[in-house]
């Protein structure tokens, strides 16, 4: 079983910027898509960005200009540069790999992002 492993989550003040990573356990090849979601409290786990491997980059509209994803390799798999924070990003940031074929996605435990105002 593969872990993702997400760092790089803290607090912030607002305008601020945060780097997140995502690594995982052992390489994986193969990726269909890689991305990060985020989940603020009583809220649902939403998509914040991800890469649709030689096809789209997507991004929520609340944080288009703002965040850039990228794609690393089979073990570093994938960063989130976010900038000119807002309160409202304030959540846990999960990391998420979905490998080509009939493997289910594979999930980090996620990392605290906290902007204050």
């Known amino acids: 079983q593969v872990q993702l492993v997400e760092s790089g989550g803290g607090p912030v003040q607002a305008g601020g910027s945060l780097r997140l990573s995502c690594v995982a356990s052992?390489?994986?090849?193969?990726?269909?898509?890689m991305g990060w979601y985020r989940q603020a409290p009583g809220k649902q786990r939403e998509l914040v960005a991800e890469?649709?491997?030689?096809?789209?980059?997507n991004y929520a509209d609340s944080v288009k200009g703002r965040f850039t994803v990228s794609g690393g390799n089979a073990k570093n798999i994938t960063t989130l540069q976010m900038n000119s924070l807002k309160p409202e990003d304030t959540a846990v940031y999960y990391c998420?790999?979905?490998?080509?074929?009939?493997?289910?996605?594979?999930w980090g435990q996620g990392t605290q992002v906290t902007v204050s105002s």
């Open positions: 890469i649709i491997t030689g096809r789209s980059t």
């Open positions: 052992r390489s994986i090849f193969s990726i269909n898509t």
């Open positions: 998420k790999v979905k490998p080509r074929g009939l493997l289910p996605p594979y």
